[in-house]
């Protein structure tokens, strides 16, 4: 799977997503007031409407909560199949990531199965997606 | 009456793939088909309603807009509303019905125009969406990981109904078989066969669980449909269909952070605003760009249990033009043709003027839901003939 992924246009919301992955974080907004996470990151809490966000670090633990497998060639560059999968993070409640479930065949992928971020930079940014936990 | 607001005239404009006749073209078929349908006259309609409007960076998505149908018309409006952040598609209708209850308009044209299909064909007249090498706003969330499409954001909410609630693929097959079976007797749908299950079953997958079946195609056409104020009505010869209540709903906007599609707190709205319950619908139109969706709708309405849609549909007979609860009778977006959402408001009219033809459901049926909408938005239109 190592078609050219859509490049993002940095912006001081979504930078810190974005790049985290040079030092390893997987950035997340949260309210330094009334500690909700927020994502898509913007510059207001969606729980308190609070500007006082910012990126936080969090562990990159996670559940897969559901998943599809694509077999579709959306790109022609693209390697089919690829698990594209919605990850539930375990400390930033409410919290959604679409990814994808690397490094495990396409048919061993289930719901509520645990994982971890992994990073796959191209140009400077670093797409956070996941891989099992054994 | 005079608070009341009905659907007084439907049309639709020839339903195909790569079409040459051209976008505005197709708009006036439909519109003037409307017009007469309803007896009325363009001197009579002072309101224009559209989803989403015209979208110069996406034509083939939406090429015409409120301001060439005043135009070509020759309208004199005193209201019109064309928006791309409107409740979901049928969410125009819904607009049009608040604004002749309010006494802003009399008679409204709404519609819905696609030319997707012509639109790939004819790249240098209908630029495509461009696929920027930088994105931004919400699809910054879904298109780096492949997920390019609504196909692969529905398929995970139908891939954990498969997982927590046991839906099998012979059960999601219902939807687009039944919507086969009916398009095949409706003479202006695309399809024009049944489909069986070993056809079905044995198509190449999209995004799993959904095969090339499940998943609608560009088209190119145009509905249309007139709404009215209940004090207008007396300029109107058509059987007009009462808008009993309406309902659209948005609890997050994203599509990837939505715990539930909205079709389950807009189904639940709905009700809300009416003394009717589900018990009550003669015929359900309901929303089906992807197979999965009807099932959301089903749930999200109240007439099965959430977790238990794809059980309704088993087996096909409850949903067929003769069972307890005929669905998408004029065959749905996998059958007749992507038009959209307008679809459903469309059928769903001819179905309670008892004008189906072939595809008629027997009895006088007298209330029906449409609905549109498949993520974070969506809307609904609870259709009564009195």
């Known amino acids: 799977m190592k078609w050219q992924r859509s490049r993002i246009r940095l912006d001081k919301d979504n930078r810190a997503f974005w790049t985290g992955g040079a030092e390893a974080k997987l950035n997340i907004h949260k309210c330094n007031d009334c500690g909700g996470f927020n994502h898509p990151p913007r510059e207001f809490c969606r729980h308190c409407q609070s500007e006082n966000v910012a990126p936080f670090a969090v562990s990159g633990a996670g559940v897969i909560d559901t998943y599809t497998v694509n077999h579709q060639k959306w790109a022609p560059d693209m390697e089919v199949p690829f698990v594209i999968a919605r990850v539930r993070l375990d400390d930033a409640p409410g919290v959604y990531l679409t990814t994808n479930i690397i490094n495990s065949p396409v048919d061993s992928v289930d719901i509520d199965d645990k994982v971890q971020v992994v990073f796959e930079e191209q140009d400077g940014i670093w797409y956070p997606l996941f891989e099992k936990v054994a | 009456m005079g608070r009341e607001a009905y659907i007084s005239g439907v049309g639709i404009s020839e339903v195909g793939v790569r079409l040459t006749r051209s976008p505005l073209g197709l708009t006036m078929d439909a519109i003037k088909e409307a017009i007469d349908d309803a007896g009325l006259t363009f001197d009579q309609i002072d309101g224009v309603s ?43 209708i819904a607009d049009a019905a608040a ?24 790249p240098e007249e209908f630029p495509p969406l461009e696929r920027r090498k930088d994105v931004t706003g919400n699809s910054q969330w879904v298109s780096p990981f492949g997920a390019f499409s609504a196909a692969c954001w529905t398929a995970q909410f139908a891939m954990r109904h498969m997982k927590r609630y046991g839906m099998t693929r012979e059960q999601l097959a219902q939807v687009a078989i039944n919507d086969h079976r009916n398009a095949a007797l409706n003479p202006r749908a695309i399809v024009r066969e049944p489909l069986t299950m070993d056809t079905y079953m044995a198509a190449r997958l999209i995004s799993t669980p959904f095969c090339l079946y499940d998943c609608d195609r560009f088209t190119d056409a145009s509905t249309v449909v007139i709404v009215s104020a209940g004090d207008a009505l007396d300029e109107v010869t058509a059987t007009p269909i009462r808008i009993a209540a309406t309902a659209g709903s948005c609890e997050r906007y994203s599509w990837d952070q939505a715990e539930w599609a909205a079709a389950y707190p807009t189904g639940r709205d709905l009700w809300k605003n009416t003394d009717y319950t589900a018990k009550d619908l003669d015929t359900v139109q309901l929303y089906d760009g992807f197979a999965f969706q009807p099932i959301t709708w089903l749930e999200g309405l109240g007439i099965c249990e959430v977790g238990e849609g794809h059980k309704f549909i088993e087996g096909g007979t409850r949903i067929a033009l003769d069972g307890e609860l005929p669905m998408n009778t004029g065959g749905g977006q996998l059958g007749w043709g992507r038009l959209h959402g307008f679809g459903y408001a469309y059928e769903s009219v001819v179905q309670l003027r008892g004008q189906g033809g072939a595809r008629q459901i027997k009895g006088e049926p007298k209330l029906a839901v449409a609905t549109s909408g498949g993520g974070p938005m969506a809307a609904a239109l609870l259709l009564a003939r009195d």
């Not at chain 2, 060439?68 to 064309?82: N, Y």
Request: hydrophobic letters at 45%; a positive charge; aromatic letters at 8%.
């Open chain 2, 99 to 122: 604004a002749v209850r309010s006494g802003l308009a009399r008679h409204v044209i709404c519609f819905r125009t696609v030319y997707e299909a012509a639109a790939m064909v004819r």
């Open chain 2, 50 to 92: 559209t989803y989403p409007g015209k979208m110069q960076t996406f034509m083939g998505f939406s090429p015409i807009g409120v301001d060439e149908v005043i135009e070509a018309c020759g309208l004199k409006t005193r209201w019109h509303t064309g928006a791309a952040e409107a409740t979901a598609q049928l969410g125009a």
